[in-house]
């Protein structure tokens, strides 16, 4: 028998330690799309520490601890090597020699009284024994390491060293036992070479529970703010890359400052940061590293701009991003007469949006990159945010106008003056408190019931009820010494009984102008909400705004907003994975093992990176949202998600301190948005696009939505600007087709960028757009040519080529390879559902 141990962080370094597994020891439940992103890295196998302790026991006793996972159900030869850790990661019992533990350590002094080198080898056979049992060869892992160790490392290998020293004698003996130091990758040629017929799995590893009462779900939602402030840091970091790459002359800061934005997008992946389940003052220094990294690349993105814009040394503006948008404030924009607002768009495909930009009342005019005037209106901000106790701004209304045909990778810029008169192309939006409300365009129309709430919704002439409304669970609060006391907190969603309501009557306003209507509701002092349709759309749009989260009455809470339909769900429901593939839930269910819930809202609890939906044979219901939650349905026909979550105890599993979250000495308070789409089920036959395809194409451009770009124009006239300057721009010829995304365009070298294009439809998620596509990309940029092409693996650290993954089992043969075959023409990039494909472009300006 082989016996490998590994510290709970070993990584190689150089090219001879390319990373080829995943080793994931501490996440808290595995997403099924990071698997698949591991097989397109060419990895070999994944490594994991925490498995549900159900499934973890009944794969244990079936000596199914390791299995070939199948990560993808678009992906040809997506099965992934996966192996869960005996001990998490820590030391087997009796064995943890560090200065934090209270095991006796190796002695081994052969005139010592104290000599114990018999009993712990005795001790440790009979361990590797019974470990052994839970495994199909004749390799097992034992992990030797816990979280702080190895501060006196010597204490740790001195006892190491012994241990494989003694364990190793007893082969005289006849044990069959072999112990030696070793590397994940070894592990994985171990395995392989034993050609074993291997159990398999194609589901996801959540939710993770550790025991009957301790359910990791409620890090779904830990730290709201914190979590929308990374998905902006992302979205940032996308349009820094791409204008990094695409500026015609670099500057000497550009890679420092973009570096420095990649790396705390890096730390904020922490299972510790956007988890929500750090200590306070940890989760405020991430958002300060996070701030630092936004204004380094903003530097940028301010130069690459002013360059792309026409730079003349009197003319430069001073571009900056609205960093108080969230409360509708934004100083930049209340204090100026004239502004120009540039939308850059990151998509590979012309997009359109609708900019709200934060402003005092007043009548204004806005123009666009050829000098036409552009329908805007003004609506007024609602009074539950003008009320929020710490915002400091003047605006008392949103100009709202709407940006159309923003080129791809490009931008389009407007031109925005206060008037001191009223003008015909500034709306003024009326407000009313009425009977019978409804808002709608000539897509939908959404009913309000006598007592404010959301009641119905029409689309395609068909009314169906829907009826939206904000409830909370009381977290449990317990003392955590036994099971049943768990409390509910960073990590724990455990809720004490059934949902309460918030109120029965909600205090209505209406807004209806042109462009958009919106109804201002608000449930009580610390919930609001604005129910919004834009003119031509066909989703909804939810703003809503909770907290401070009341605790008075000593009793945590957790907000849920909770839509109810009259979709026939029959206990099924999906939520997304990682924001791509769509991943079949069953309400009471594991598809692997016999459950036994005995916390059956917390048990039902999902991730929802992007988007959930129910539907039956006749409509669909999906949701998407602008940050990680958790999210259920828990009743067939209904929708649930939890958007904010403060609580009184610690749930003992490591941060040490209540998530008690407060700001400028109050609750936190939290706003974001869900987009709401409701239409015909997938099941039902069309012509044009499927319900599931539009909201793939909404999805795509609300979460890379243009990024507004704000400049006084320093008394530079809207004839000035539209003379002197570049007022639109592209950087690159043709759009991709409609299935495939510009996941990654980035600097590489001095003469090449990295890009990575993404197919993100499933098989069979659209007739047409779930088809494999081919398109050309010689002659893709406008400014540049292509001069060499090279095709990677998805970490672009390996060229394709060169890398051949381990394929496992007794029938094996040839490694078969995710990616495409090579063609003559390598500019033809040819995609299947799901697929990324990598490239490293070597480009030259064209003359």
């Known amino acids: 028998m082989l016996l490998t141990w590994l510290t709970k962080t070993q990584l190689g370094s150089g090219e001879c330690g390319r990373p080829r597994a995943g080793w994931q020891i501490d996440p808290f439940g595995h997403s099924r799309e990071q698997g698949s992103l591991f097989v397109q890295m060419g990895y070999d196998g994944l490594f994991q520490g925490r498995l549900d302790f159900q499934d973890k026991n009944e794969r244990i006793a079936k000596q199914t601890m390791e299995m070939m996972w199948k ?24 064995f943890c020699f560090d200065v934090l533990c209270n095991d006796d350590p190796i002695i081994d002094g052969p005139y010592s009284a104290d000599n114990n080198v018999r009993e712990k080898i005795d001790l440790f056979l009979d361990t590797v024994q019974n470990v052994s049992k839970a495994y199909l060869t004749n390799n097992i892992i034992l992990t030797m390491g816990e979280d702080f160790h190895y501060q006196d490392a010597n204490m740790w290998f001195k006892n190491l060293d012994k241990l494989i020293k003694y364990t190793n004698a007893r082969q005289a003996e006849g044990s069959m036992v072999n112990a030696f130091y070793s590397t994940p990758s070894c592990y994985l040629n171990a395995v392989h070479d034993a050609n074993v ?152 495909h012309s997009t359109d949006d609708f900019v709200r930009l934060p402003v005092k009342e007043g009548q204004y005019v806005v123009q666009n990159d050829r000098g036409q005037a552009v329908p805007s209106t003004l609506i007024p901000i609602p009074s539950s945010i003008i009320d929020i106790p710490f915002r400091e701004s003047s605006a008392t209304h949103e100009l709202v106008f709407h940006a159309e045909a923003i080129a791809p990778v490009g931008y389009r810029s407007y031109y925005v003056s206060k008037e001191a008169v009223r003008v015909a192309t500034s709306q003024r939006a009326t407000i009313r408190q009425e009977d019978n409300v409804s808002i709608g365009n000539e897509h939908l129309t959404v009913t309000f019931d006598a007592n404010g709430f959301m009641s119905s919704v029409t689309v395609n002439g068909e009314t169906h009820p829907l009826k939206q409304n904000f409830l909370y669970y009381e977290g449990a609060y317990g003392n955590n010494e036994a099971y049943e006391n768990r409390s509910s907190g960073a990590y724990i969603f455990r809720p004490n009984g059934t949902e309460n309501t918030v109120t029965d009557v909600v205090e209505i306003q209406v807004v209806k102008t042109d462009l958009v209507q919106e109804v201002h509701q608000i449930f009580n002092e610390w919930i609001s909400q604005v129910i919004r349709v834009y003119a031509g759309q066909e989703h909804v749009e939810l703003e809503w705004l909770v907290g401070p989260i009341p605790i008075d009455d000593d009793k945590g809470k957790e907000i849920i907003s909770r839509f109810e339909s009259d979709i026939a769900s029959s206990g099924v429901f999906w939520t997304d994975s990682n924001g791509r593939e769509m991943l079949r839930r069953v309400r009471n269910k594991r598809e692997t093992w016999d459950l036994n819930l005995q916390e059956p809202l917390a048990g039902n609890y999902y991730p929802v990176t992007t988007k959930i939906t129910i539907e039956d044979d006749t409509s669909r219901l999906s949701l998407l949202i602008d940050r990680a939650q958790g999210g259920s349905s828990l009743t067939d026909g209904h929708l649930e998600l939890m958007v904010h ?27 974001g948005k869900h987009w709401l789409i409701f239409g015909p089920s997938s099941k039902v036959s069309s012509q044009g696009q499927t319900q599931a395809a539009k909201e793939r194409v909404l999805q795509r451009r609300v979460h890379l939505a243009p990024w507004v770009f704000i400049a006084k124009t320093n008394g530079v006239s809207a004839k000035e600007f539209s003379g002197q300057t570049r007022r639109s721009f592209t950087s690159v010829k043709d759009v991709l087709p409609l299935s495939v995304h510009l996941l990654t365009l980035e600097p590489w070298t001095d003469d090449e960028v990295l890009v990575r294009f993404e197919h993100i439809f499933e098989t069979n998620e659209d007739p047409s757009l779930s088809q494999p596509v081919e398109f050309d990309i010689q002659d893709w940029f406008e400014h540049y ?46 995609l299947s559902p799901m697929q990324i494909r990598t490239y490293i472009l070597k480009i030259r300006p064209r003359f």
């Open 645 to 671: 979550r403060r609580l009184l105890r610690d749930d003992r599993f490591g941060v040490g301190e209540a998530l008690n979250e407060t700001q400028f000495g109050a609750g936190l308070v939290a706003r």
């Open 71 to 94: 990560t993808s159900a678009s992906l040809e030869h997506s099965e992934l090597f996966t192996s869960g850790l005996y001990y998490i990661y820590a030391p087997p019992p009796g």
């Open 785 to 830: 040519q292509i001069t060499d092409i090279k095709e990677t693996t998805l970490a672009g650290n390996q060229l394709k080529s060169a890398s051949q993954r381990l394929v496992y089992g007794p029938r094996k043969s040839v490694a078969k390879d995710l990616f495409n075959a090579v063609k003559e023409n390598p500019y033809t990039i040819q």
């Open 197 to 348: 017929d291997w159990p398999t799995k194609s589901d996801d590893f959540f939710p993770y529970e550790s025991d009957y009462h301790s359910f990791w779900t409620g890090y779904f939602t830990s730290r709201p703010t914190q979590k929308r402030y990374e998905r902006e840091g992302n979205h940032f970091l996308q349009v820094c890359k791409q204008l990094t790459a695409i500026a015609p002359t670099k500057e000497e800061f550009f890679d420092q400052h973009l570096t420095r934005l990649r790396e705390v997008m890096g730390v904020m992946q922490h299972h510790d940061a956007i988890t929500g389940t750090e200590k306070q003052h940890v989760a405020d220094d991430y958002n300060r590293m996070l701030y630092v990294g936004f204004e380094a690349c903003n530097a940028n993105t301010r130069s690459v701009l002013n360059q792309l814009t026409g730079e003349r040394e009197n003319f430069q503006f001073e571009w900056n991003y609205c960093k108080a948008q969230n409360i509708s404030a934004c100083e930049t924009t209340e204090s100026f007469e004239n502004l120009v607002v540039l939308l850059y768009n990151p998509l590979a």
